[in-house]
């Protein structure tokens, strides 16, 4: 039997010469190197990633390429591009890779080469985008649409609503996205709030297209469109589907030429540059969606071929895995210096949460180590307004990853010289922080001087890209997407199934008649749930 991960010969390295250097401050590893913040640095198909203000030494970064060697990474990769089932708890294989594999590529899978399908329904998805961006496609009375409405949850929203939002720089400047996602009845009812019916078309985006969230709203949204427009037929026109149901579609009553497909293989958090993707491909239109691809791709290539100490997304992944692991900062600030991208955060945290916060191997024993550190963030210089004083001075040290661009897509006067000063500013004094005698040469009262100082030797990541362009923003993201399975790689989990969702899906389904019910109704909950239920029972209102 091969040995859990904490035995490795190459987890146990890591674990004492963490030890021996857990001493060193970041001043002194800059100091001992005035090369360091460019050898400690990685340039790959156009991002740049600075890691240099890292707690790590060049020992760190090779016993790390040790422990990924040893944990097979480079074999799983293989796999997971080969079409291999991975994925082995639902027996699937992964390969949101094919979504972006060029015309030419060959992926076979079950003895079926999987790619034409996937640019048959790019090619399909493009006529439709066209029609919609140029007029063609017209309402049920014959208005130009105007409003794009993306109903869906988890991986069928946040993905669509964080590249929409992240490309809004390229979008139609006549069409306007909303989505929606909560089965809270405020989302759809702002969601379309002021909205002419004849001019919005929904798009109901669901894998299984039986998610209870999103049928309950997409069925609201039918209802009111039908009722204010003032036939069924209407909906032929008003509303598409991306799912891979068929059937399901049907019986909501969108026809086959209006739904969009693609295959198991996709997970909900792996599926933006799917046909999930409709939305962001209408937004932007077809050609800004292939660089996107595009831009996946060459991440994809460059995950697949590159060395481990050479690979930008095997770096990130591990040097996340140190923090978390063996230094025991258990979080993840990413903040991203571009307010295009302020719901990246959020599709990270799916991204990386989802995917690798499991508690047991594929084996099924425990994982000996703690798995996917806690996401979260917001984009700078907001952030540095509220949480940032915990993540300077705080008792809790949290990495983070910092994301800029070099070129402004919105530039008024030299506001965004500001912006990427406050990013640099902020690594640099996270890493170096401000000792008591500075702050003492500085004149500070000494009751006072306590509070001025800065511990510093708080770990960044710093990634530059020249723009936020399409194929940027796809590079990105499959940046991280990589991360994330170099860690559930070592961790030897399965980074693609998602069992956590369904104990509380379940229980919500027993717990809905109980609210519903006429009469009282016999409760067998314990008495904190028994009481919350008869509580809300007797006090709502509507
Ligand atoms: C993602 C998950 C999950 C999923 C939603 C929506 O990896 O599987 O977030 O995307 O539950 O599912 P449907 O697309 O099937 O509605």
Redesign the pocket.
Same mark, same amino acid.
């Given at each position: 039997m091969s040995r859990t991960l904490t035995q490795k010969a190459s987890w146990k390295a890591l674990a004492s010469h963490q030890k021996k250097i857990a001493k060193k401050h970041l001043r002194e590893l800059f100091a001992e190197d005035a090369t360091r913040g460019t050898r400690l640095a990685l340039e790959a198909v156009g991002l740049y990633l600075d890691y240099s203000k890292n707690r790590v030494t060049d020992k760190t970064l090779k016993l790390l390429v040790a422990l990924a060697e040893d944990c097979g990474l480079q074999d799983k990769i293989a796999a997971m591009f080969r079409g291999d089932r991975i994925n082995t708890t639902e027996n699937r294989a992964v390969l949101h890779i094919a979504l972006r594999s060029p015309r030419w590529q060959q992926i076979v899978l079950d003895g079926v080469d999987v790619v034409p399908g996937v640019h048959e329904v790019l090619d399909r998805m493009a006529a439709f985008a066209d029609q919609v961006r140029d007029g063609r496609w017209r309402g049920f009375t014959g208005k130009r649409i105007r409003h794009v409405v993306n109903i +869906?949850? +988890? +991986?069928?929203d946040l993905g669509p609503v964080m590249a929409c939002e992240a490309l809004r720089h390229y979008a139609h400047a006549d069409l306007d996205f909303r989505f929606v996602s909560n089965v809270d009845s405020t989302d759809l009812t702002e969601a379309t709030r002021g909205l002419d019916p004849a001019q919005t078309l929904f798009i109901v985006?669901?894998? !299984?297209? !039986? !998610?209870l969230e !999103?049928m309950t709203n997409a069925k609201a949204a039918r209802d009111s469109l039908v009722a204010q427009l003032g036939s069924d037929d209407a909906v032929a026109r008003h509303f598409v589907a991306v799912s891979t149901n068929a059937d399901g579609v049907k019986a909501f009553g969108i026809a086959e030429s209006s739904m969009f497909g693609f295959a198991d293989w996709v +997970?909900?958090?792996y599926s933006m540059d799917s046909a999930i993707g409709l939305s962001t491909m209408i937004a932007i239109g077809p050609e800004n969606f292939e660089a996107m691809l595009a831009g996946f791709h060459e991440m994809d290539e460059h995950f697949r071929s590159a060395p481990p100490a050479q690979n930008l997304p095997v770096l990130l992944g591990l040097l996340s895995l140190w923090n978390n692991d063996f230094l025991g900062f258990s979080t993840l600030a990413v903040l991203p210096y571009e307010q295009y991208l302020k719901r990246f955060p959020a599709y990270l945290q %799916?991204l990386a949460m989802?995917s690798n916060g499991k508690h047991v191997t594929l084996d099924g024993e425990p994982v000996k180590a703690d798995t996917s550190p806690v996401v979260w963030g917001e984009p700078g210089t907001n952030g540095q307004h509220s949480f940032y004083q915990l993540i300077h001075q705080g008792t809790r040290i949290v990495p983070c990853d910092f994301i800029g661009f070099c070129t402004a897509l919105s530039p008024i006067g030299g506001q965004h010289d500001l912006l990427i000063a406050n990013l640099i500013a902020q690594a640099e004094a996270l890493a170096f922080g401000k000792t008591a005698k500075q702050v003492e040469d500085e004149g500070v009262a000494p009751e006072l001087v306590p509070h001025r100082v800065f511990e510093g030797n708080r770990p960044s990541n710093t990634i530059l890209i020249d723009a936020l362009t399409p194929a940027a923003l796809g590079k990105l993201v499959a940046l991280y997407e990589h991360s994330v399975f170099t860690q559930g790689a070592i961790w030897n989990i399965d980074s693609f199934d %998602?069992w956590g969702?369904e104990l509380g899906k379940a229980l919500a389904s027993r717990v809905i008649p109980e609210l519903r019910s006429p009469h009282d109704p016999e409760l067998a909950h314990d008495s904190s749930t028994n009481a919350l239920i008869r509580r809300y029972r007797q006090r709502r209102t509507t």
């Amino acid at each position: 039997m091969s040995r859990t991960l904490t035995q490795k010969a190459s987890w146990k390295a890591l674990a004492s010469h963490q030890k021996k250097i857990a001493k060193k401050h970041l001043r002194e590893l800059f100091a001992e190197d005035a090369t360091r913040g460019t050898r400690l640095a990685l340039e790959a198909v156009g991002l740049y990633l600075d890691y240099s203000k890292n707690r790590v030494t060049d020992k760190t970064l090779k016993l790390l390429v040790a422990l990924a060697e040893d944990c097979g990474l480079q074999d799983k990769i293989a796999a997971m591009f080969r079409g291999d089932r991975i994925n082995t708890t639902e027996n699937r294989a992964v390969l949101h890779i094919a979504l972006r594999s060029p015309r030419w590529q060959q992926i076979v899978l079950d003895g079926v080469d999987v790619v034409p399908g996937v640019h048959e329904v790019l090619d399909r998805m493009a006529a439709f985008a066209d029609q919609v961006r140029d007029g063609r496609w017209r309402g049920f009375t014959g208005k130009r649409i105007r409003h794009v409405v993306n109903i +869906g949850i +988890g +991986g069928s929203d946040l993905g669509p609503v964080m590249a929409c939002e992240a490309l809004r720089h390229y979008a139609h400047a006549d069409l306007d996205f909303r989505f929606v996602s909560n089965v809270d009845s405020t989302d759809l009812t702002e969601a379309t709030r002021g909205l002419d019916p004849a001019q919005t078309l929904f798009i109901v985006s669901s894998k !299984t297209f !039986t !998610t209870l969230e !999103t049928m309950t709203n997409a069925k609201a949204a039918r209802d009111s469109l039908v009722a204010q427009l003032g036939s069924d037929d209407a909906v032929a026109r008003h509303f598409v589907a991306v799912s891979t149901n068929a059937d399901g579609v049907k019986a909501f009553g969108i026809a086959e030429s209006s739904m969009f497909g693609f295959a198991d293989w996709v +997970g909900g958090r792996y599926s933006m540059d799917s046909a999930i993707g409709l939305s962001t491909m209408i937004a932007i239109g077809p050609e800004n969606f292939e660089a996107m691809l595009a831009g996946f791709h060459e991440m994809d290539e460059h995950f697949r071929s590159a060395p481990p100490a050479q690979n930008l997304p095997v770096l990130l992944g591990l040097l996340s895995l140190w923090n978390n692991d063996f230094l025991g900062f258990s979080t993840l600030a990413v903040l991203p210096y571009e307010q295009y991208l302020k719901r990246f955060p959020a599709y990270l945290q %799916q991204l990386a949460m989802e995917s690798n916060g499991k508690h047991v191997t594929l084996d099924g024993e425990p994982v000996k180590a703690d798995t996917s550190p806690v996401v979260w963030g917001e984009p700078g210089t907001n952030g540095q307004h509220s949480f940032y004083q915990l993540i300077h001075q705080g008792t809790r040290i949290v990495p983070c990853d910092f994301i800029g661009f070099c070129t402004a897509l919105s530039p008024i006067g030299g506001q965004h010289d500001l912006l990427i000063a406050n990013l640099i500013a902020q690594a640099e004094a996270l890493a170096f922080g401000k000792t008591a005698k500075q702050v003492e040469d500085e004149g500070v009262a000494p009751e006072l001087v306590p509070h001025r100082v800065f511990e510093g030797n708080r770990p960044s990541n710093t990634i530059l890209i020249d723009a936020l362009t399409p194929a940027a923003l796809g590079k990105l993201v499959a940046l991280y997407e990589h991360s994330v399975f170099t860690q559930g790689a070592i961790w030897n989990i399965d980074s693609f199934d %998602q069992w956590g969702v369904e104990l509380g899906k379940a229980l919500a389904s027993r717990v809905i008649p109980e609210l519903r019910s006429p009469h009282d109704p016999e409760l067998a909950h314990d008495s904190s749930t028994n009481a919350l239920i008869r509580r809300y029972r007797q006090r709502r209102t509507t």
